[in-house]
């Protein structure tokens, strides 16, 4: 597993990537669905300009390949695909379609030269459209064949792979080996799959078709698509599909910025730029009209605060004491030391010091009991100029 490497040399080093700019390289290829995949969360539409801003960011942070849309979504949808075309940036951008002929005559309409062809492996989907196994397969056939003279890249997407049996995604392999398709996404759709299930299923198809490159998309049903997306790499995938802050459909897919981060830390050299990814998180927000945790990990307000009495003099002896990250390597931006209820009177005093005050170890005391009063009453963090009022008053009580 990665956590068990002794160094930043992992086992990742092995990936190569499935551009095909960028073969040999020695890290996974990222695969960006915030424009597709996140747009589906419930209530969430991007406008063209919106689309562009979250692209551009996407591409300054070093992502080599974005979801730009659903091409049969209609017209609207193309025009929107047509002007992120036109853009004409360094990133391999894929229409998501379905298993039909006319998705991929829309496909054409919307200008692309990549698709992704999505087709239901579980029994459960194939049964909700009517479908079997042996058409599935052979519908596909024919649309590839087709997608590859009309389109650069084609890819296939197992949509509910993870509930799929193991003879149908071996034969779906196969298909995708005979007609040399660019990659096979495993969608764990409905986010039911746990990191070791993960590791074993992405061995088991490396076992079976080593050459096919394979892809893994999770859901975050169970809290565990980053995990997920990680051991899935870990476990010989070259490609992950992600999005920006985790959103998306239901409780959303895996986040890019928690999996950027995460490889940054075991891949010594890497292509992604993270001083970029909470600049772009913001973005995210004001287009999506969604807030986030701001104790989420990263791109949180709280992610490099600090409160406790412990850990602000730990942190001021020895960096490493209590961050794993440096935070600004991981584009976290610069470390906070606020304070609070748990604030020590050393950290008060050194903060009153800064503003002329030598306090006495009374006067700390009584100023502690203070801010604990005003913090359990007010629910945040003191201000430095909170924290003035409060000494100055006699009462030691909030102006």
Known sequence: MISSMPS???????????????TGTSYPVIVDSTLRDGEQAPGVAFSLDEKRRLLEGLVKV???E??????????RECAHIRGLLELNL???????????????????????KALSL??????????LWQLDAHVVLETLRENLIRAKGEFEWVGVGAQDATRASAQFLSRLQDL???????RLRIADTLGCRVPWEVSEEVRRLKAHAPK?????????????????????????????????????????????????VALATKIVDHPWHLSHLRGLSEVLVVVSGRSFDESR??????????????????LKRQASSYEFLDPLKAGLGERQLVVGKHSSPRTLARILHQQGIDASNESLSTLRVAVADWCERHKRCVSEGELLALYKNKKQRPA
């Open 176 to 182: 995708c080996l005979e007609l040399g398709i660019n």
């Open 62 to 64: 070093g992502i080599q």
């Open 118 to 127: 999505s087709v239901p492996c579980s029994e459960n989907h194939q049964k």
């Open 212 to 260: 096919l490159k394979l892809e893994y998309h999770a859901h975050n049903d169970l809290g565990m698509a980053t995990a997920n997306a990680l051991c899935a790499l870990d476990a010989g995938a070259e490609s992950a599909s992600v999005t920006l802050g985790g959103i998306g459909e239901r409780a959303g897919n895996a986040r890019l910025e928690e999996v950027l």
């Open 66 to 75: 974005v979801e730009i849309g659903s091409p049969a979504m209609g017209e």
């Open 297 to 314: 990990p990263v791109t949180g307000k709280y992610t490099c605060s600090h409160e406790s009495g412990l850990h602000v003099e730990g």
């Open 90 to 112: 360094p990133v391999l951008s894929i229409g998501w379609v379905r298993n039909h002929r006319r998705d991929l005559q829309w496909a054409k309409t919307a200008g692309l």
């Open 8 to 22: 930043k040399k992992v086992l990742l080093l092995r990936i190569t990537s499935s551009r095909p700019d960028v």
